[in-house]
């Protein structure tokens, strides 16, 4: 079986961080995916659903939706299984819904590996650093600012938690052997 990994990240305010941190987050995990397990790995999707932050160009949930829907099918028509890589949060339940509703496997990077993340903070760039980015940790505020309510729009800056050691090649090594199991048998 041919498999193809799609980075999904989002084009979004990320304080002094580039705007394309989460697209460069799951690109480097779908290229280590790649590389345990054999495929191809697609061009990132760097528009996605980010309507919570101001200064960012997202898609319509129906849009991103027909754009995985479309790139699916295409997959399907090569005889290739879509793996989406997801590393922005705002995308998460779109995307489990539309991998079952298509057919397609959806690795949920930071719930995949259980870290705890916010945006723009030390738990983010301990990350991107582990995949070889070179990032200093910016100023953020603890926490995250909204709390059993969700607001229409997030106050702009960094959020979070500390970030520190986070053994991501072990968790992405861990990716890569359930997937093996679910792909190849």
Avoid at 58 to 86: C, H, M, P, Q, W
Avoid at 132 to 146: A, D, F, H, N, T
Avoid at 171 to 183: D, G, R, S
């Amino acid at each position: 079986m041919r498999v193809a990994f799609l980075p999904l990240g989002s084009y979004e305010q990320h304080g002094p961080l580039p705007k394309d941190l989460d697209a460069r987050i799951a690109s480097a995990v779908a290229r280590r995916l790649a590389e345990l397990l054999g495929g191809e790995v697609l061009p990132p999707l760097y528009y996605s659903c980010s309507w919570e932050w101001e200064d960012s160009v997202s898609l319509r949930v129906e849009t991103l939706a027909s754009v995985l829907r479309d790139i699916n099918f295409s997959l399907k028509r090569l005889g290739k299984e879509l793996v989406v890589v997801n590393a922005h949060g705002g995308n998460s339940g779109l995307v489990q819904a539309v991998g079952r509703q298509e057919g397609f496997y959806v690795v949920d990077f930071w719930k995949a590996c259980g870290i705890k993340v916010g945006h723009c903070d030390g738990a983010e760039v301990s990350v991107a650093k582990a995949l070889g980015m070179e990032l200093e940790v910016p100023e953020y505020r603890k926490g995250w600012p909204e709390g059993k309510v969700s607001l229409p729009k997030l106050p702009a800056g960094c959020w979070g938690f500390e970030g520190g050691d986070l053994d991501v090649e072990s968790c992405i090594k861990e990716i890569a052997e359930e997937l093996k199991n679910l792909l190849f048998g």
